[in-house]
């Protein structure tokens, strides 16, 4: 549906060309590429969601089976380790593991030497529906970069990294640095 594909002329140029007008001595190039990038992830996150959803998920519940099946056979973690994986902050986890549990996807089993330590494991059903939900969000992931080559998918990585780490490092700057 051409309608919905970016043009030459789309709503960040726009915008640009809005504050030039505007207010010609301001440097609105950082929209440029924030603009962008928060809108490409805002369409990203649609797809993202639909794409899991169909399968009874959510995305927070898909980050923790995907977490418990990236640590392998048993595929189970503790609490603390998922939250520490990166994907599933810790307020949230409880909340998580419950609505997994209550689905089937997942047990929660007590360690055998320290029974103070509660891990989650992926149950059969658990672990046959991140394995299909996985590829599928690949192939999905695939489809949104079909208009890029594999160079410039290795590119955009390298850069979207660097920003990254750009903007951590403006943490550490005072605000008033660029002035």
Request: charged share 35%.
């Amino acid at each position: 549906m051409a309608a919905s594909r970016p043009s030459d002329r789309d709503a960040v140029a726009r915008v640009i060309e809005d504050w030039a007008r505007e207010r010609p001595e301001l440097d609105t190039s950082p929209l440029e590429v924030l603009a962008r990038l928060h809108r490409t992830f805002l369409r990203y996150s649609t797809r993202l969601t639909t794409s899991i959803e169909l399968h009874g998920l959510s995305v927070a519940g898909f980050d923790v089976l995907t977490a418990l099946r990236r640590a392998g056979d048993p595929y189970r973690l503790t609490a603390g380790q998922l939250a520490d994986s990166g994907l599933v902050s810790s307020a949230g986890v409880t909340l998580r593991i419950d609505r997994l549990e209550k689905d089937d996807l997942i047990a929660r089993e007590r360690d055998a030497d320290d029974r103070r330590v509660v891990y989650s494991r992926l149950t059969d059903k658990g672990l046959a529906l991140v394995d299909t939900v996985f590829a599928e969000h690949l192939d999905n992931e695939r489809r949104m970069l079909g208009g890029l080559s594999p160079s410039e998918r290795r590119q955009l990585a390298r850069l979207l990294r660097k920003l990254e780490v750009s903007i951590l490092d403006s943490d550490e700057e005072p605000a008033d640095a660029t002035a």
